[in-house]
Each structure stands twice: as C-alpha cells, then as structure tokens.
C-alpha cells in the first residue's frame, strides 16, 4: 500500500490543522493506521492510531484531548484533526499501516512521506 499525507502548513498556537493520508495500491480497511511525527533533532514519535474497523484509537500522551485521528476506508483515506496547536507539535507528520493497533513503529511495515507543520508562538 502506497501512502501520501498532506494537509501540513503554518499556524499560529491554538490554531487547528486536518492531516489528510490518502492511500493507493490496496484497501486500508485491512489495516491499523497511524499517524507519527518527528521533529528536528529527535526521534520519530507515535501521535495517534486507529483500528481497522474504526472502534478503538490510541493517542500519545503529549496529544490527548487535542488530536483526534479518524478514517474513511470507503475513501481509502486516514485524517488527523490537530486543534490547540503547541510550538511544541511542530515536526514532520507521517502516517503508516500495519496490521495491530499499537504505539510503535515497529508494528507498522508500510510508511508514507511527511508532511510539514509549524506552530508558531
């Protein structure tokens, strides 16, 4: 499966962002989505992820309350709404799929290219 995010860009703190991840090649319904980050000089870190059927997500610490990841399987599309933006969640996005629902890479085989977001203070 193929993947592509898009949707990143430049906002102010306390502003909000969708993250789009549409996926070609295979239907995602097969497969956990999630969403990571990684920011300059750190390690890529687990944002949010979603079941393959839609009835269970999991979220990172750092983005509870604020983030909130959905999916569309008939659209073969992942989204990650980002409201009360910190300085803080600037990095670079990815979503990836795998075939469990957990909180590291190591669970997810297929990844696409980020895309950038900046919060500004």
């Known amino acids: 499966v193929q993947l592509q995010a898009s949707g990143g860009g430049l906002v102010q703190a306390g502003g909000s962002l969708r993250l789009s991840c549409a996926a070609s090649?295979?239907?995602?319904?097969?497969?956990?989505m999630s969403w990571f980050r990684q920011a300059p000089g750190k390690e890529r870190e687990f944002v949010a992820a979603v079941s393959q059927n839609s009835g269970s997500t999991l979220y990172a610490d750092s983005v509870k309350g604020r983030f909130a990841i959905s999916r569309d399987n008939a659209k073969n599309t992942v989204y990650l709404q980002m409201n009360s933006l910190k300085p803080e969640d600037t990095a670079v996005y990815s979503c990836?799929?795998?075939?469990?629902?957990?909180?590291?890479?190591?669970?997810?085989?297929?990844w696409g290219q980020g895309t950038q977001v900046t919060v500004s203070s």
């Open positions: 090649g295979r239907p995602i319904s097969r497969y956990a």
């Open positions: 990836a799929a795998g075939l469990s629902m957990l909180g590291h890479r190591a669970a997810y085989g297929y």
